[in-house]
């Protein structure tokens, strides 16, 4: 009999990777989801299955599970309400993997990712271990929840948990593509594009085929331990850039911004800091996980998705994580005057 695989938050962009990638080892894979997004395609004929499922209805998610399951791979757990949802289940699954962020890393001073708009960027190794201290658990931004989700679950669960951190995840079928940056300025037409930091910003990047292979190997050798994962390569903004330019053929190109400020106002890509983020995989590596790709590699299918938006459709509702961000993603009109200014300046 193969093993079996419950995956929570399937039809997303991390969901959809690592459905793919178990159905190739043998595996049987439910996939479930509230059904926001259609399931992932071409799944039957490898015997998985679509389930409907809002876990936030009381003993959904356990009634989901009566039957157990080998695996259950949670991709959409956020705080300790989830934690506690996957410790009552204990006892029909044989192993937990949780994806969390690398979000949750301090510096010493105790800044975070969060509040770095307010606080300031923090200083982190480059790179970044597992052993990094985080922040304390709590309510009060994503990332303290989310160590209060760590928590709970590395101190309670008696099955073996792996808790992923990934960086800035990237993969087809997201609703935060940050390629989108690049992308809508080459579809609009604009020959040239500023770089804020001088295209020097290092943000470590999180294939969603990455991430697929490392839940692999772990359910492979189940453990409680906490994995970073990322790419094999930390590419600057430049190089992320270069990638993008390359797959759409842009002739245009980049202007890099000379300026420290943070935030930056010209120029400021979803990837744009002040100073390295940059996670260690040595821990991931030392259990046999291999990168299956690059990030130059993995943008080309990024790269066709988003070039297939029509022009008359609304990024916003598109993409709404995107959306949300505190400033114009799209602030042409600071450019053009960016633009202008550097033109008079070399004359």
């Excluded at 003993?59 to 989901?64: K, P, T």
């Excluded at 600057?236 to 190109?253: D, L, N, P, Q, T």
């Excluded at 100073?275 to 040595?282: H, M, Q, S, T, Y």
Aim: charged share 20%.
């Amino acid at each position: 009999m193969p093993r079996s695989a419950f995956i929570v938050g399937g039809t997303g962009q991390i969901g959809r990777a690592v459905t793919s990638n178990l159905l190739a080892g043998g595996w049987a894979v439910s996939v479930a989801s509230r059904g926001f997004r259609s399931p992932p395609e071409n799944l039957a004929p490898f015997g998985a299955r679509f389930v409907p499922l809002d876990r936030e209805g009381p003993g959904e998610l356990a009634r989901a599970l009566s039957i157990g399951t080998d695996a259950l791979i949670d991709l959409t757990a956020y705080s300790p309400a989830e934690g506690r949802q996957l410790l009552d289940l204990q006892g029909n699954v044989g192993a937990l993997v949780v994806v969390s962020s690398s979000s949750v890393y301090r510096d010493d001073k105790g800044r975070t990712l969060d509040e770095a708009t307010q606080n300031g960027f923090p200083e982190l190794p480059d790179p970044i271990a597992e052993t990094q201290p985080t922040v304390a658990p709590g309510d009060a931004t994503y990332s303290t929840r989310k160590v209060a989700l760590e928590h709970l679950l590395l101190d309670k669960a008696t099955i073996p948990v792996t808790i992923l951190r990934p960086a800035a995840i990237h993969g087809p079928g997201s609703i935060h593509p940050r390629e989108w940056w690049f992308v809508k300025r080459i579809l609009d037409g604009r020959q040239a594009i500023p770089l804020a930091y001088e295209g020097r910003s290092r943000f470590h990047t999180s294939s969603v085929l990455n991430i697929a292979e490392l839940v692999r190997v772990v359910l492979d050798q189940p453990s409680t331990r906490i994995l970073n994962i990322a790419d094999p390569a930390a590419l600057s903004v430049a190089e992320i850039g270069s990638a993008i330019a390359r797959h759409m053929s842009y002739a245009g190109k980049f202007l890099p911004v000379v300026s420290d400020a943070f935030p930056a106002s010209i120029g400021r890509t979803p990837w744009s800091v002040p100073r390295p983020f940059v996670l260690d995989n040595g821990a991931a590596l030392a259990l046999g996980y291999a990168p299956t790709t690059t990030y130059p590699e993995a943008v080309a299918a990024i790269c066709n998705e988003l070039a297939n938006v029509n022009a008359n459709e609304d990024w916003q509702a598109r993409f709404p994580i995107l959306a949300s961000y505190a400033y114009d993603l799209f602030d042409y009109s600071g450019e053009d005057a960016f633009l202008s200014d550097c033109e008079r300046a070399s004359r």
